[in-house]
């Protein structure tokens, strides 16, 4: 499996809980904390749900 790297960008404060514990079981916790996981079909749907808090480059 290919790795990716995702970093946290924005804030999850204000946002819905959902999003928030996505991003904690992401292993994401604070403002441009890195990363690095196989690029999984569940981990993509996660990515997905958060798009517009992170930022994913191929490792």
Do not use: C, F, W, Y
Not at 24 to 48: D, F, H, W, Y
């Amino acid at each position: 499996m290919k790795k990716i790297k995702i970093t946290l960008v924005k804030s999850p404060i204000d946002r819905p809980e959902r999003q928030k514990l996505t991003i904690q079981a992401l292993g994401l916790n604070k403002t441009n904390s890195s990363k690095e996981v196989e690029a999984t079909p569940q981990i993509l749907g996660m990515i997905r749900k958060v798009t517009h808090l992170v930022k994913v480059e191929e490792a």
